[in-house]
């Protein structure tokens, strides 16, 4: 099979992931309480591992460690650490720690799973990764469950966080615009994973670039909004 640019794509996002990780590792330690920023740090890095996967494979060809690297960081933990962060910003810290034992227990049973499934090498495509190789149907049952976890706190807090400050708060007009960024970005590589089962492998590759890519912008516009205080003192002073 011929490789195409996009195939290279996963190449470009696993260094903006590499970078977008160092960002957030930075902040995180600037605020170690902040367990929202630790899940962050640790979600995007595994994207990153994910898209690093689809690297290798274009690169050097498929292998079963390469397919069970790329279906436990993506295609099973994907988006999820970066939505566990989310919890994190709107439940209290009690529910989200319920939430966090129980993911973990379920991503390292499904973890274990993955890593000893008997696989098809002979179903493989020459540098591609699909669940298709697969030989136990009912493992692919697992991801769904844990997709539709991320989705639902990444995308739909996103939205809600949107919502609220538009509702809620005084010259918030960059944290709209950033929680927007951030839902569009999350959703992007989920519509794109749809694709991928489809045929469509190379829609996959640029959403996942610019999915990272509208993430950390709206993360940028999010932590570089001076907050509804300094709004309100802005607006009085141009009033007076």
Same mark, same amino acid.
């Given at each position: 099979?011929?490789?195409?640019?996009? /195939? *290279?794509?996963?190449? @470009?996002?696993?260094?903006?992931?590499?970078? +977008?990780? @160092?960002?957030? +590792?930075?902040?995180?330690?600037?605020?170690?309480?902040?367990?929202?920023?630790?899940?962050?740090?640790?979600?995007?890095?595994?994207?990153?591992?994910? #898209? =690093?996967?689809?690297?290798?494979? #274009?690169?050097?060809?498929?292998?079963?460690? !390469?397919?069970? =690297?790329?279906?436990?960081?993506?295609?099973?933990? $994907? $988006? @999820? +650490?970066?939505?566990?962060?989310?919890?994190?910003?709107?439940?209290?810290?009690?529910?989200?720690?319920?939430?966090?034992?129980?993911?973990?227990?379920?991503?390292?049973?499904? #973890?274990? !799973?993955?890593?000893?499934?008997?696989?098809?090498?002979?179903?493989?495509?020459?540098?591609?990764?699909?669940? /298709?190789?697969?030989?136990?149907?009912?493992?692919?049952?697992?991801?769904?469950?844990?997709?539709? *976890?991320?989705?639902?706190?990444?995308? $739909?807090?996103?939205?809600?966080? &949107?919502?609220?400050?538009?509702?809620? /708060?005084?010259?918030?007009?960059?944290?709209?615009?950033?929680?927007?960024?951030?839902?569009?970005?999350?959703?992007?590589?989920?519509?794109?994973? &749809?694709?991928?089962?489809?045929?469509?492998?190379?829609?996959?590759? @640029?959403?996942?670039?610019?999915? =990272?890519?509208?993430?950390?912008? $709206?993360?940028? !516009? !999010?932590?570089? /909004?001076?907050?509804?205080?300094?709004?309100?003192?802005?607006?009085?002073?141009?009033?007076?």
């Amino acid at each position: 099979m011929e490789r195409t640019v996009v /195939d *290279y794509l996963p190449l @470009v996002t696993t260094v903006v992931a590499a970078a +977008f990780a @160092v960002v957030l +590792f930075r902040h995180w330690r600037s605020k170690p309480n902040a367990r929202y920023l630790m899940w962050w740090t640790i979600g995007v890095t595994t994207y990153g591992l994910g #898209t =690093l996967a689809e690297s290798l494979a #274009t690169v050097f060809g498929w292998s079963e460690p !390469i397919f069970r =690297l790329w279906y436990i960081t993506g295609a099973l933990m $994907g $988006g @999820v +650490f970066l939505a566990q962060g989310v919890v994190y910003l709107l439940v209290s810290p009690k529910t989200a720690d319920r939430l966090t034992r129980a993911l973990l227990v379920y991503l390292t049973i499904a #973890t274990v !799973i993955v890593l000893f499934v008997p696989v098809d090498a002979a179903a493989a495509e020459p540098y591609q990764l699909s669940g /298709d190789v697969i030989e136990w149907g009912w493992v692919r049952l697992l991801t769904p469950l844990v997709n539709l *976890y991320a989705v639902f706190w990444l995308v $739909g807090g996103a939205i809600w966080s &949107a919502w609220k400050y538009y509702r809620t /708060d005084v010259g918030t007009g960059r944290r709209v615009r950033g929680n927007v960024a951030i839902a569009f970005g999350a959703i992007l590589p989920a519509l794109g994973g &749809a694709l991928a089962r489809a045929g469509r492998l190379e829609l996959l590759y @640029v959403s996942e670039l610019i999915g =990272l890519i509208l993430i950390w912008a $709206g993360y940028r !516009i !999010i932590v570089t /909004d001076p907050g509804p205080s300094v709004h309100r003192a802005q607006q009085a002073t141009s009033e007076g």
